[in-house]
């Protein structure tokens, strides 16, 4: 018989350990697409662990960043203890602590079938689905340079104009904070900014992996775009990534964002099928 004597508090550093066991050896893990580690985030207070007889069996995880917005950064359980049991302890010990927070936005990007059950039975409202799509060397219209733009590397005395050019270009929802961006940068491989008459007007952070290159982050300042900026940029990437040999690039947007779905489509990326929900649960 399962023993479902469940005590609930907030994760300490010293549990970094056992959950990092749960992290990597069990099966029921969701964990958020993220420049840090879900085990990184220990020591918020947004972050609570299931004890059963002294043992952590279960957690859940959502710091926000930026203000406002806190992504499912982890949850996770072992076989000893039922998920909806697990999820039903820790949610609602995370819905009172952030309850006194108006505004806030509790979100995550459901994978997991058994995981998108749970969040629906904790009151999340399915919105839009992130979908996937690849260019794999296919040929495309390459654009001349412009005399009014330069594309350079970015360093790392770019990242706070990054951060306000980043909020002018994303719903709430999406926004990088400067420290997310920061980590994203010490991650990044290439990654570029376009500049316009020596203004920043947009960039882009890609980082490589085993299977070729994910471009990860793609912003255009509100007021330049739909002028072709974004597309130098990915054009600019994808000639970096073919002298390096690597001739796939993944990209992930909202299956809502019609004008990055226009722009990758044009450039030649194709639709791979998978498409992910996104809920969210509001303050």
Known sequence: MVNLDVAIRQAQLGDQSRLANLLYFESYVHRHLDWRSPLDWLGT???????????????????????????????????????????????????????????LTVAAIVIHDWFQKLVVAGGF????????????????????????????SMVQADLPEIAGLDAQAFAPLWRNSLASLERAFAQAGPATVALFNGRMVGYQISTKNSFGVHLARLAVSPTFQSQG??????QDLLRQINRMGIFRLTVNTQSDNRASLALYQKIGFVLTGESYPVFTYQF
């Open 45 to 103: 207070p947004e972050y609570w662990v299931a004890e059963q007889n002294g043992q952590v069996n279960a957690a859940f995880a959502c710091p926000p960043d930026p203000e406002n917005i806190a992504w499912i950064r982890l949850f996770l359980r072992s076989a000893s203890i039922p998920a909806d049991v697990a999820w039903n302890f820790l949610w609602e010990a995370a819905r009172q602590s952030l309850a006194g927070r108006q505004g």
């Open 125 to 152: 409202v399915e919105g839009q689905h992130i979908i996937l799509l690849e260019h794999d060397d296919r040929p495309f219209d390459e654009r001349p340079p412009r005399s009014d733009v330069l594309i350079r």
């Open 229 to 234: 900026l974004g597309y130098l940029l990915v």
